[in-house]
């Protein structure tokens, strides 16, 4: 994602696996360098959800992510994907860019 910023933007990813599905947490910035973080596995979705900070969405503990779900928080890209292999194809992370850089 990197080659579509500015040369001196830098990029935190945070990981946060969970049953069948992931969040993804991007935030931009000119203050730090590229970083990647990868949290233990949630015990439960909402264990995800609180660790990744998207408390203020009502999910409930029987909620089922399919395909790319995005959302933008305090200028935080989330994207919680399922784990099912079409969705980490080369053609989705295009996809994915595509929508977080040309919403």
């Given amino acids: 994602m990197s080659s579509y910023l500015k040369s001196d933007i830098g990029i935190k990813a945070s990981v946060y ?27 439960s979705v909402l264990e995800a959800i609180r660790r990744a900070k998207l408390d203020e969405f009502p999910f409930s503990n029987n909620v089922v992510f399919k395909g790319t779900n995005y959302y933008l928080v305090d200028k935080k890209v989330y994207l919680i994907k399922d784990e099912s292999s079409s969705q980490w194809t080369e053609e989705q992370v295009y996809i994915d860019i595509q929508r977080i850089i040309n919403p």
Avoid: G, R
């Fill in 17 to 43: 696996p969970f049953d069948d599905a992931v969040i993804l947490e991007f935030e931009f910035s000119d203050a730090f360098s590229n970083n990647d973080i990868f949290h233990t596995k949630s015990t």
